[in-house]
């Protein structure tokens, strides 16, 4: 690592998980490097989030660190929160964390060295390996050294980044959302994250910096240093009892996934729809449907909606 490292802001949203953004905290105080600030953007303005980052300022302090605590005003927002931190940040390297995640302590040094050794590099990130309490991966992990996060020219996407730990650092696609880095003047030429997709709990917003990066020939990197544990609910259990919540993510996950196929996608977007609806009737898909209706899952019901109102209801608006 060169003694003349870039100046680095991490940026973490958080929402009412004071318990995770503790852990998290306690993890970036064992990195083996620091960055110059920590930012903690809260949507929520929870009492138990703001004691979490105080009880720890000075700590951080003494490793050269400077913590800070965001409340946001009006109403929560992803794209709003993260475009928040590279309006208050001045460094050179900006990171986004989601507070959910415990980083390995080599997290921050390997993002630094991407950035380092491969100085073309606008972003880099890294692994968000699905996990449970115990930190115990719920996924086989995957070694391959080739890429596995894609974006095709129909604006199709696919992301391995909760199980796929490379064994050496390989360019990329796409990184995912809990951990990823940028450099902030490459960034903000881009204008930061598009608030279009800020309806209802926002999906794709950061897919849509990536591929605006790569459209404009910029590039990114998969670091397998840069690793982080993301924390998910236990698998099984019946989905007859998913929170209103839990169906307003599955219809806008599909929404804004037409969203983003209409703004990136590089044939006509109707071609892209027709690809979409293809695979969604796909043999596999109809039987998942039809499976899901006879356990009474309303998740794929408020998904499909969620394409139909994209491609109807959005154009109709536009």
Request: glycine residues 10%.
């Amino acid at each position: 690592m060169s003694e003349e490292r870039p100046t680095a802001t991490v940026g973490i949203v958080t929402y009412g998980r004071p318990q995770y953004m503790a852990r998290l905290l306690e993890s970036l105080l064992d990195q083996t490097y620091f960055p110059d600030e920590i930012v903690v953007v809260d949507d929520s303005h929870a009492g138990p989030t703001r004691e979490a980052v105080e009880d720890r300022a000075s700590a951080f302090e003494r490793r050269g660190t400077t913590l800070r605590y965001l409340p946001r005003s009006g109403p929560a927002s992803m794209p709003g929160a993260r475009n928040t931190v590279i309006d208050c940040s001045e460094s050179d390297i900006v990171c986004f964390l989601d507070d959910d995640v415990v980083c390995e302590p080599e997290w921050f040094e390997s993002i630094l060295q991407g950035f380092e050794e491969n100085p073309g590099m606008a972003a880099v990130g890294g692994p968000a390996i699905s996990v449970d309490e115990d930190l115990e991966p719920l996924r086989e992990i995957v070694h391959h050294p080739e890429n596995q996060n894609h974006v095709d020219g129909y604006g199709g996407t696919t992301s391995r980044v909760k199980d796929w730990i490379p064994p050496a650092p390989v360019e990329t696609d796409r990184l995912g959302g809990a951990n990823m880095a940028f450099r902030r003047e490459t960034l903000v030429s881009i204008g930061g994250f598009d608030l279009a997709y800020d309806r209802g709990p926002a999906k794709f917003e950061e897919t849509d910096v990536m591929a605006r990066l790569t459209r404009e020939g910029h590039r990114l990197l998969y670091h397998p240093g840069a690793l982080v544990h993301h924390f998910e609910a236990r698998a099984g259990g019946s989905r007859t009892g998913m929170t209103r919540a839990d169906l307003e993510g599955e219809y806008w996950f599909a929404r804004n996934y037409v969203l983003f196929r209409r703004k990136n996608a590089i044939v006509p977007f109707w071609l892209s729809v027709v690809r979409l609806i293809v695979l969604g009737f796909s043999p596999g898909q109809v039987c998942h449907l039809v499976g899901a209706l006879l356990d009474r899952d309303p998740g794929p019901l408020y998904r499909l909606r969620g394409y139909v109102d994209g491609i109807v209801l959005d154009s109709l608006l536009r």
